[in-house]
């Protein structure tokens, strides 16, 4: 088969090789500094959970030339191993960003947790590398805009049929942001591109184990080998999107062309349609649910003892994603909506602290959670897949009705987190590994990412140590007990 002409590899590669850092808007900028913001939050975060002290120690085992920081350790690995690493945090405790769809025809649960894949490949290569803030910026963005555009484009049979999009679109996206900062010209990304997308899998049975968020920290470091191995002249089709036993066609069966051709950066996916921000730590599609929910329990004073059961009516995609109705571990609660539900009611609130796998089995959840039905709603159904539309009906013992609909929950473009509220999830997340004046100084650099000429003033902030990377043992022992005192205090004030 002979290689479409100016087909959507080439027109990835061209966008990438051709774009400066002076071609960017400047709000696509300012979006650009929240995002990285929350994604380096939510992995400092992540670093602390079960399945990223396993990745860790793999990595300990390899002993590696250090030659990149593993967030919220005092480990140095080499590129590849660090990107595996921060990517795994990055999606441990599911709190990373969504992309969300430019048509209604799109499937919400298609779309990739965008952020993670790329800034871990972006984070570990740019300390290697040694780049600028506005390098750092420039090869973040033009790797989110590509994994987005190439996610919105594949037929949503790809997730249907049960692969992770963040894990198999992710790693694309990785894999151009580091060619970027390798300063690849159009050839070495095309090599690069088909490297990356050989590499790509992830599957969704996965969903509520340690697996998934592997699939991040997979995508990550597939993306900076990729790369590695472009640049030392390794081989690969120019064509691996569009050919007919390419990427779209081996992996769903086709694609949307009108959704990337001539769509890179026209506007950037980041503007519109948009990317939303987690304002809870689990699956993507209970969060307008998660938000009605807590509204409704806050403006009525709901107790447990009040409702005699909750109905979450939703479309079809819903419950083929959150596919726990009784779950017995943190990591399939946060793919539950009765866990989800109850929680809610119980403590009023659906943090860190909630997601934790002693809430889940405790007898009083576990009572809540029975009194939860999640069924498709026909009328919901009928509105399409682009947008996580819930309706939530809570039937009092009195028997009283109170219901209510969302479309979208808080973190969506629709209702969007300011800096200050993105700060305030930073330092909650950053709390578990960080001292507060180290989470307060990586704001500040944030807030200013642009002006930094080097990544040394930030990752030292991220490290917890000013000149030097700290034992993380100490400070992580310390900031665990300060977030156990406050989930205590929270459990005071929870209803029962």
């Not at 709190?95 to 025809?105: C, R």
């Not at 080998?225 to 779209?248: D, V």
């Not at 539900?341 to 576990?366: C, N, T, W």
Request: charged fraction near 25%; charge should be positive.
């Amino acid at each position: 088969m002979t290689e479409k002409l100016n087909g959507p590899t080439q027109q990835v590669a061209q966008f990438v090789a051709r774009t400066r850092y002076r071609d960017l808007p400047g709000e696509v900028i300012g979006l650009a500094r929240g995002f990285i913001l929350d994604g380096l939050g939510v992995a400092l975060a992540g670093s602390t959970d079960q399945c990223s002290r396993i990745v860790q120690t793999h990595i300990r085992q390899i002993k590696g030339k250090g030659e990149a920081s593993v967030l919220g350790t005092s480990l140095s690995a080499p590129a590849p191993k660090a990107a595996l690493a921060n990517g795994v945090a990055g999606h441990a405790m599911d709190y990373d960003d969504t992309q969300l769809s430019t048509s209604k025809e799109a499937v919400y649960g298609l779309l990739t947790h965008p952020t993670t894949p790329v800034l871990a490949a972006v984070l570990a290569v740019g300390e290697k590398e040694k780049i600028s803030g506005q390098e750092f910026i420039l090869a973040y963005l033009l790797g989110v805009e590509v994994e987005c555009r190439i996610a919105d484009a594949i037929n949503p049979r790809h997730y249907q049929g049960g692969f992770h999009s963040t894990a198999t679109m992710g790693g694309l996206g990785a894999a151009m942001a580091v060619g970027k900062i390798f300063r690849f010209k159009e050839e070495q990304l095309l090599r690069t591109l088909g490297i990356a997308a050989s590499m790509a899998s992830g599957l969704r049975e996965n969903f509520g184990t340690m697996t998934k968020p592997l699939h991040a920290g997979r995508a990550a470091e597939n993306g900076v080998s990729a790369a590695m191995l472009a640049r030392q002249g390794f081989t690969a089709a120019h064509n691996i999107l569009e050919a007919r036993r390419g990427f779209f066609n081996a992996m769903a069966g086709g694609y949307d062309e009108s959704k990337i051709s001539g769509r890179l950066g026209l506007p950037y996916f980041m503007k519109e349609p948009g990317i939303s921000i987690k304002p809870y730590p689990s699956g993507s599609l209970s969060h307008p649910a998660q938000d009605l929910i807590l509204d409704i329990v806050r403006e009525h004073d709901l107790h447990a003892a009040d409702i005699a059961r909750i109905e979450v009516g939703t479309n079809s995609n819903v419950p083929n994603a959150l596919i726990y109705p009784m779950p017995k571990t943190a990591l399939e609660g946060k793919f539950s909506i009765p866990f989800c539900m109850a929680i809610a009611v119980l403590e009023r609130r659906a943090g860190m602290a909630q997601f934790r796998d002693r809430k889940v089995r405790d007898k009083k959840v576990i009572g809540m959670m029975k009194r939860v039905t999640l069924y498709v709603d026909d009328e919901l159904e009928r509105l399409g897949y682009d947008q996580v539309r819930s309706r939530v009906r809570v039937e009092l013992t009195s028997g009283r009705i109170i219901e209510g609909r969302y479309d979208i929950a808080r973190g969506h473009p629709g209702k969007p987190l300011s800096w200050s509220e993105l700060a305030d999830k930073f330092r909650d997340c950053a709390a578990l590994v960080l001292p507060k004046k180290k989470a307060e100084e990586a704001v500040e650099l944030i807030a200013r990412l642009d002006e930094l000429k080097s990544l040394t003033p930030l990752l030292r902030a991220l490290s917890g140590a000013s000149g030097k990377r700290i034992q993380s043992r100490n400070p992580r022992e310390r900031n665990r007990k300060e977030f156990n005192r406050r989930e205590r205090k929270g459990r005071k004030g929870s209803e029962s």
